[in-house]
């Protein structure tokens, strides 16, 4: 049936396939998981409609034509490969470096068959519907189709619990470095493959780095920022190589080298900036707070950055002494100001606290619990904008003592 109807309904159909991966992804998260039950559903029945997908991808619907060359698949699957290989290497130093821990999934041979079904139909069906969807629409090279291909793989990859808990900046910043970036920049990897060598070339690489993950005894136990290093960078580098090697080999050698000298300036501007948002977020030992007061002249003047160092534990509490100037929560508010004084109460340590400016000491005690952090350095002036645009909404300064 190949070419026998119009390419708008090529179209058609591939929207159609991506309708079912939102259903599938609707119903995984919605209230009806809790009738259906949440192992039947992800063991069986999900797997099992996927797998009916592909069935009629290969015999029912009018097939496509590849959209890259034909002739290079093979070398395609090669490099499909080689960046499986990569991203697991990569993954396995991680953990020489932070450690391993045991594998949660089931390694018993009714675990390993079960989890081979999942896998294989899941991955099958999601690569046939992406395959489907760029022979369809990519002819042509329509960027905001693969950009609609790319977001459609990405979003119905991550579960919406995942969504519902970002509750704040610092959620939200991990969700994305842990999650939602190395997902979107794995999917960008896997449509070029498409792209470039039809769906096994995608079911090859992710299908390595899910072999890997499914069936080790044991996997790196990576915290939040290296996975999302990996996550992110990998994929990056991967699709460069896979990119500039199809462009060889299909000899758009012009438009590659014109391109050549330019493609690494903007990577360490990414990672820069990827850097700068998680140091903005506190999610680093070290984090930035604007002041908002002069109860700590002339040391710090309204406007300054600090940079403060958390306190992690509880000896750090115990090496705090007199005239370490803190960070300590009252209420909603993060107040800035010296210890003048060491007690313990109850069996818990406290500070008696003093902005220098102060003309006495602040009215109640600071329980080691409410200690965010001690001062380590003082920017000057560079936190006015953030004060002139929080100044509508800082009723809460008024709780601060002078």
């Not at 090279?141 to 579960?159: G, H, Q, V």
């Not at 998680?278 to 908002?292: E, L, M, N, Q, R």
């Not at 750090?316 to 993060?334: M, P, S």
Request: charged content about 20%.
């Amino acid at each position: 049936m190949l070419g026998v109807i119009g390419n708008s309904k090529y179209k058609r159909i591939a929207i159609m396939l991506g309708v079912v991966l939102v259903v599938l992804y609707g119903i995984e998260n919605s209230f009806l998981i809790n009738k259906i039950g949440h192992a039947a559903f992800s063991q069986w029945i999900k797997p099992s409609c996927l797998l009916i997908t592909v069935f009629f991808i290969h015999y029912i619907i009018p097939k496509v034509h590849l959209a890259g060359k034909e002739n290079y698949k093979e070398s395609v699957y090669v490099w499909a490969f080689n960046c499986g290989i990569i991203y697991i290497v990569i993954n396995i130093l991680g953990g020489v470096l932070q450690g391993f821990g045991k594998s949660p999934y089931s390694h018993s041979l009714t675990g390993i068959l079960a989890n081979s079904f999942v896998i294989g139909c899941t991955l099958l069906g999601r690569e046939s519907i992406r395959s489907y969807s760029v022979s369809s629409f990519m002819k042509r090279r329509n960027k905001w189709a693969l950009i609609y291909i790319i977001l459609l793989m990405t979003l119905t990859n991550i579960r919406s619990l995942k969504f519902m808990g970002i509750n704040d900046l610092k959620t939200f910043t991990i969700f994305c470095a842990e999650v939602l970036i190395p997902e979107f920049c794995s999917n960008i990897l896997a449509t070029y493959l498409v792209l470039y060598g039809g769906k096994w070339a995608s079911v090859i690489y992710l299908g390595l780095i899910e072999s890997a993950m499914w069936f080790s005894p044991i996997l790196p136990a990576l915290n939040w920022l290296a996975k999302g290093v990996i996550g992110m960078i990998v994929p990056i580098f991967c699709l460069l190589y896979v990119v500039s090697a199809y462009r060889k080999r299909a000899k758009e050698v012009k438009v590659y080298k014109e391109k050549q000298d330019k493609w690494w300036q903007w990577v360490p501007e990414a990672v820069g900036a990827v850097l700068l948002i998680w140091f903005a977020a506190g999610v680093f030992s070290v984090y930035p707070s604007v002041i908002a007061t002069g109860s700590m002249e002339p040391l710090i003047k309204p406007g300054d950055v600090i940079l403060v160092e958390k306190i992690k534990d509880m000896d750090a509490i115990k090496a705090l002494t007199v005239d370490d100037v803190i960070q300590f929560k009252r209420g909603e508010i993060l107040i800035t100001h010296r210890i003048v004084e060491v007690l313990e109460e109850n069996g818990v340590i406290c500070y008696r606290t003093k902005g220098d400016n102060n003309s006495a000491n602040d009215s109640e005690v600071v329980k080691a619990g409410d200690v965010k952090g001690i001062l380590k350095h003082v920017v000057p002036k560079v936190g006015w904008p953030t004060l002139i645009f929080k100044s509508a909404h800082a009723d809460g300064i008024d709780e601060v003592e002078f």
